[in-house]
């Protein structure tokens, strides 16, 4: 049933004239008649007879005035609800993350939204740029910042940066005198891979990597990888902004070892423009405190 000849009908029934009932509608007056008219076909009783210059309520038309004013009542009660909801309801944002990501500006960028809005609630995945990208395809997150781009049609990738890598180990391992490292002195030693695509990196950078054959443990995160390198499971690759300061831990940068940074959401998928503000928002910071160089000017 059209909502507007409800609300047509219930304005005609009040003042029981067609001219004053179409002005205070704004609409013309055989606009009003064909919806009424619309109306009584579809109810199959008469809701007016005329009365003079005026029509008045037919008794079936008194009693679907009363149905209509209390259901137009429940809908105006459920509109106000829903905007003092709107106005008052949490702002979630579901973002995803490969591992590191965290740990600088977009950290930052974080705690400043939330102190700005205190409706603001993050759900935050740290994940693989695999698993991020089908996540964002079944819409479970709003943007991701992954390592990789995909020739999937569906997503939308912008670079936002690059960073560098470093190799951690135990302080009293041969290589931690060692100013800076390459892959090739990295081979003869046990290796845990981490879900920024170790393995994926290194098959591009060479014809077969033998570093790929080295790696005894796949992990989803730089926090579990460091702990296993802690116990002296092996070394691991990490991302430079990765490498807090640990007692049991050296950190030494990895030379000719760069990735990019892309911020990903999916194609044509309507994001509330508090979460899409924030995507925005992203993708300036990281530009403008990173550079072309890639490095943290901030």
């Known amino acids: 049933m059209n909502y507007n000849y409800l609300r047509y009908f219930s304005v005609l029934a009040q003042v029981e004239h067609y001219t ?11 606009s009003l008649s064909s919806a009424i008219h619309n109306l009584e076909n579809e109810l199959g009783v008469k809701l007016f007879e005329k009365s003079g210059r005026n029509v008045r309520l037919t008794e079936q038309g008194r009693y679907f005035r009363e149905k209509v004013e209390a ?38 960028l974080i705690r400043d939204y939330i102190a700005e809005e205190d409706r603001a609630r993050f759900r935050i995945l740290e994940d693989s740029s695999e698993n991020l990208m089908d996540l964002l ?16 049609r569906s997503l939308h990738f912008r670079k936002l940066r690059q960073r560098d890598f470093c ?4 302080p009293e391992h041969e290589l931690a005198q060692q100013e800076r490292l390459t892959s090739k002195l990295l081979q003869p030693y046990p290796l845990i891979g981490c879900n920024y695509g170790t393995e ?34 092996g070394i691991t690759i990490i991302p430079q902004e990765c490498a807090a300061k ?3 831990l050296a950190y030494v940068p990895l030379e000719n070892w760069h990735q990019a940074l892309y911020l990903c959401i999916l194609y044509d998928r309507w994001l509330p423009p508090p ?23 901030g």
């Open 167 to 170: 190799v951690a180990m135990l």
């Open 20 to 30: 004053v009932a179409a002005a205070r509608l704004g609409i013309s007056q055989p």
């Open 246 to 248: 640990r007692d049991d």
């Open 137 to 152: 395809r079944q819409e479970k997150l709003d943007m991701a910042i992954v390592d990789i781009t995909d020739r999937d």
């Open 71 to 108: 259901a137009m009542e429940e809908l105006e009660g459920a509109k106000r609800t829903l905007q003092t909801s709107r106005e008052q309801s949490p702002i979630v944002l579901q973002i995803g993350c490969v591992s590191g990501i965290l740990s600088g500006l977009v950290g930052e």
């Open 275 to 297: 979460v899409w503000d924030f995507v925005e928002t992203v993708v300036r910071s990281v530009r403008r405190s990173y550079g072309q160089s890639g490095e943290y000017n």
């Open 200 to 233: 994926r990196s290194f098959g591009e950078w060479t014809v077969r990597s033998p570093l790929e054959e080295n790696i005894i443990c796949q992990v989803n995160t730089v926090q579990a990888a460091l702990d296993l390198t802690a116990a002296g499971v």
